[in-house]
DNA sequence: CGCGAGGATATTTTT
DNA sequence: TATCCTCGCG
């Protein structure tokens, strides 16, 4: 009996496939990780493989060190020494040996969001940008992306000359990299196109992975960007050069980071590009029931730009798909609270941990959490603000960070004045001009030498006295540690000497204990980063020091690189709240999806968009959520939500529409209360805001769309403004009010959003009493009488088959015939 | 220089 | 709504 016995006839062959391009198309939950660690097993056991030959490449931590423990399952002795990393880990890790060669030091510190921002700042300032006109925002998003598709500022500025905003970022793309160069720091981006610049300029440098990794495999291969599709393709190497045992793994019904650059036509093409690729479909699900399937299956089946699969199961059917609308995000939020209480009273063996909720904002976890709170429900929110983002954490890696290197001028000014030393913003002015002039040194060498040297006359006494303690003080950090003072004891001393905790208890009141309780936390992972530190040896502590790294380094590059997902903790029986994207790679018996409304999921800015592939990711997106569901899935939502201070009212989400209703609990009814779109004959009801919670309309009423793509019934693609979706445009128009035709979404009050723009009025219709019609759902009939009702035309068809119906003009969306 | 008030502004999603 | 930023005063 071997390990490999366990495996399915598809999972086999993906494992046994060790030479050349191979393609594992691998749906959710069809045991892609499995395959992964088995045939890095396999290359060993069966192949002789050395471990050091072998790639394996994730995109969070989590799934790297899931694997690493799988992997250390399979096979024991020899998996220490297999590359594990992510994108970005393994970046830092060549780069720190490297990155010398194209200019930078190796002791280079890695730049989160918010130094980022701060960096943008300074070019626009550097360039007299106004950042009213052009936000730093919007710069960086360019830049962001042009580094996704390995553009270089000079590239950037040839392929935009002629427009002027353009050329303007290239020049602050130029600036924003030459600070960072001087300050010697990488942003997340960099990691990504410095390598890629390394292995393009050093092709000595890029032959000496090529021939270390001789097999790799990449996860979650539908999130790469160009620049990781060309990391992948270099290391790859060619045929000539012996190389090309690549093995990608993904799903391109899970792609759904296309917002970071992702390049969905990275798995699509795979075959173009690597012509002889051996490729794998894997579709039998092991996790989910037929139902949750079934309901996945007809969800994404809307979407086009797709290799086709059909998940199926050999478990069983299940129970059906819960779905339940309620008035407010309130009473959604107590139903899920109170729905986790109820299961687990009646199914004894869940615990906490068998849940997740799961949405698509991160501001929806407020509202959960308090109910959560009331309940006494244990429960994690994962996401938000990253640990790492926090201001006391952010001051204090930045105490780390002067202490460690001093070239990093942003974290010397983030902490100059952290706690208050009376030094504002126009000393650091004077001193960052000093230290331009004085050959460009580093801001903290500046405030040396004004201390030091003989009195400059550039700063007053007084300023002196506030920033020579400092200097000391920062210098007193770096003898200790270079006498050897552990981590721990440096940062209760950094804590102790500055004074921080009574800094925050004095500025803030409220929060201090949570931010001081914060910084405990970080005093207890850098306890245990030492502990592991202790045991592994310097060099393999963290997948990103690289040798020549001091333990401090180490640590403050980890640090950088960590997502929230990352410290999640399974073991603790908590319910988990997270966004749909955090989901992604976990599965949970009992999933709840939370706040499926059109609008807010999918986001109105893809209902909006232009761009047709919006609403394809949203619906991947919805996807993911489904298939993490391995028993019992819940949908809700509501017709009101609160969101960024005004009140909402949106309709049952599209996605909901398309699970056919036999898989739901019950159906999706229109949404109610004093902006309901109204469907039913007794439109009277329409307008009560007491309604029960649920109500659905009569069996043959429901509202439900025909599938996005096929058009609405016989209506020929493209009819219609833009050919796109605009059946479900006509749910945000009021019916029939003549002077107010505002959109349900956006604004309820005043502001009309672009929403309004293209929308179809409640017109007079084309047809009348005696003429032939086609409805959607129907079929046809003819208009036996008209009548134009308080909010719109009340007509009476007589279908051919399904009898005699009182519909509004503006919904039923009949066609002449 | 520090602090507070008031206004603007943002809101998908995150390695 | 909540945060962030700017501006003006003490």
Same mark, same amino acid.
């Given at each position: ?417 952290? #706690?208050?030393? !009376?030094? $504002? *913003? ?9 230290? @331009?002039?004085?050959? =460009? /040194? ?100 963290? #997948?990103?020091? !690289?040798? $020549? *790294? ?9 640090? @950088?690189?960590?997502? =929230? /997902? ?252």
């Amino acid at each position: 009996m071997s390990i490999y016995d366990s495996l399915n006839t598809e999972q086999r062959r993906a494992v046994e496939h060790t030479e050349g391009p191979v393609l594992i198309l691998a749906g959710a939950g069809s045991g892609k990780t499995r395959v992964i660690t088995h045939r890095i097993a396999y290359l060993m056991d069966e192949c002789g493989v050395n471990p050091w030959n072998i790639l394996a490449i994730t995109f969070t931590n989590k799934a790297a060190q899931e694997m690493r423990e799988r992997v250390d399952k399979l096979i024991g002795f020899g998996a220490e020494s297999i590359w594990i990393s992510t994108f970005h880990s393994m970046c830092v890790r060549i780069l720190r040996r490297h990155i010398q060669e194209i200019g930078y030091s190796t002791d280079f510190t890695i730049y989160d969001t918010d130094d980022q921002k701060t960096l943008m700042k300074e070019a626009c300032r550097n360039l007299r940008i106004n950042t009213k006109e052009l936000k730093e925002r919007t710069i960086l998003a360019a830049v962001s992306s042009a580094k996704d598709e390995l553009m270089t500022p000079r590239m950037y500025q040839e392929a935009h000359q002629y427009d002027f905003l353009q050329k303007r970022i290239g020049e602050a793309y130029e600036e924003y990299q030459r600070l960072l160069h001087k300050n010697n720091a990488l942003d997340f981006d960099d990691l990504l196109m410095k390598t890629v610049e390394l292995f393009t300029m050093r092709e000595d440098v890029l032959r000496n992975y090529q021939e270390r990794f001789r097999y790799i495999m990449v996860d979650e291969y539908q999130d790469t960007n160009t620049a990781q599709f060309e990391l992948v393709r270099l290391l790859a190497g060619t045929k000539k050069n012996g190389g090309r045992n690549l093995c990608v793994v993904g799903d391109d019904d899970q792609s759904i980071y296309k917002f970071r650059g992702a390049n969905i036509r990275n798995i699509l093409d795979f075959e173009k590009v690597y012509p002889d690729a051996f490729v794998v479909k894997l579709e039998q699900n092991y996790r989910s029931t037929q139902t949750v399937l079934d309901a996945a299956n007809a969800v994404i089946g809307n979407n086009h730009n797709r290799k086709s699969k059909a998940l199926w199961t050999r478990k069983k059917e299940g129970s059906r798909v819960h779905l339940r609308q309620f008035n407010t995000a309130m009473e959604e939020a107590s139903f899920i609270a109170e729905d986790i209480e109820k299961k687990k009273r009646q199914q004894p063996a869940l615990n906490y941990r068998d849940f997740a909720v799961l949405y698509r904002t991160n501001a929806q976890a407020r509202l959960l959490e308090e109910r959560f709170i009331m309940g006494s429900i244990p429960y994690n929110v994962v996401g938000g603000t990253n640990f790492y983002e926090r201001r006391e954490i952010k001051d204090m890696l930045a105490y780390l960070k002067v202490t460690d290197n001093g070239r990093d001028d942003l974290a010397v000014r983030r902490i100059l004045n952290v #706690p208050r030393r !009376g030094i $504002g *913003a126009a000393t650091v002015e004077k001193v960052s001009h000093y230290a @331009a002039v004085s050959g =460009d /040194i580093g801001f903290f060498e500046a405030l040396e030498k004004l201390c030091d040297g003989p009195a400059s006359g550039i700063l007053s006494t007084s300023v002196i006295g506030k920033i020579r303690p400092f200097v000391e003080m920062i210098r007193g950090f770096r003898d200790a540690l270079s006498d050897g003072l552990s981590l721990e004891d440096l940062l209760k001393r950094i804590i102790r000497e500055t004074g921080y905790e009574e800094y925050l208890r004095d500025t803030e009141e409220e929060d201090a204990d949570d931010r001081l309780a914060n910084i405990d936390e970080l005093i207890s992972k850098i306890v245990t980063y030492e502990e592991e530190a202790a045991e592994l040896g310097t060099d393999d502590i963290s #997948p990103v020091s !690289g040798e $020549g *790294a001091t333990a401090l380094s180490g640590f403050l590059a980890d640090v @950088a690189l960590v997502a =929230d /997902i990352d410290d999640m903790d399974e073991n603790q029986d908590r319910v988990l709240l997270m966004t749909l994207h955090s989901a992604k790679g976990l599965e949970f018996p009992q999933v709840y999806i939370a706040g499926l409304e059109d609008g807010l999921f999918p986001g109105y800015l893809s209902i909006n968009s232009d761009d047709h592939d919006a609403m394809e990711e949203e619906r991947r997106l919805m996807y993911v959520g489904i298939t993490r569901a391995m028993d019992d899935l819940t949908l809700t939502c509501a017709r009101s939500r609160m969101l960024r201070g005004e009140v909402q009212y949106n309709p049952v989400s599209r996605f909901v529409m398309e699970i056919p209703e036999e898989l739901l609990d019950e159906r999706p009814g229109a949404p109610r209360g004093r902006f309901s779109f109204g469907y039913d004959e007794d439109d009277e009801d329409d307008f009560r805001t007491d309604m029960p919670a649920r109500r659905f309309p009569e069996r043959g009423f429901s509202s439900r769309p025909a599938p996005a793509g096929t058009g609405t019934g016989t209506q020929s693609p493209g009819a219609r403004a833009g050919g796109r979706d605009t059946r479900l445009k006509a749910v945000y128009v009021k019916p029939h009010t003549p002077d107010e035709k505002k959109p349900f979404i956006g604004r309820a009050s005043a502001g009309l959003s672009s929403l309004q723009k293209g929308m179809p009025a409640a017109a007079e219709p084309d047809y009348g009493v005696g003429d032939r019609v086609r409805h959607v759902k129907f079929g046809e009939g003819t208009v036996t009488a008209m009548e134009k009702g308080p909010k719109d035309y009340k007509v009476t068809v007589l279908f051919d088959d399904a009898g005699q119906k009182i519909m509004y003009a503006a919904f039923a969306r009949l066609e002449k015939q």
